[in-house]
């Protein structure tokens, strides 16, 4: 039974920072591809980050520079560290896993004054 618990979300200010994270069962996230989501309202979803196998990292370039996905691999959890957010990044965020195609139940992150 695979199982992604998504974390982390909630209300910031624009400038401010947060920490998603993703707790993975029934995987094994440092064997997959890991991938953050995201789907704002009237919006289609789209990848902001990802990680693969070996480590390799790639981003949407909307947050290249201002986020950073990673994986603790005794924790089984990958996460996604966001800076600087602005009103753009309100969205809610999606945990996804490659092998098997699965997805997190989501968590909402909205940034406003």
């Known amino acids: 039974q695979v199982s992604l618990v998504e974390s982390g979300g909630g209300l910031v200010q624009p400038g401010g920072s947060l920490r998603l994270s993703c707790a993975a069962s029934?995987?094994?996230?440092?064997?997959?591809?890991m991938g953050w989501y995201r789907q704002a309202p009237g919006k289609q979803r789209e990848l902001v980050a990802a990680?693969?196998?070996?480590?390799?990292?790639s981003y949407a370039g909307s947050v290249k520079g201002r986020f950073a996905i990673s994986r603790d691999n005794a924790k089984n959890t990958v996460y996604l560290e966001m800076h600087s957010l602005n009103a753009e990044d309100t969205a809610v965020y999606y945990c996804?896993?490659?092998?098997?195609?699965?997805w997190g139940q989501g968590t909402q992150v909205t940034v406003s004054s």
């Open positions: 029934g995987i094994i996230v440092r064997i997959n591809t």
């Open positions: 990680i693969s196998s070996g480590g390799t990292t």
């Open positions: 996804r896993s490659n092998v098997p195609n699965y």
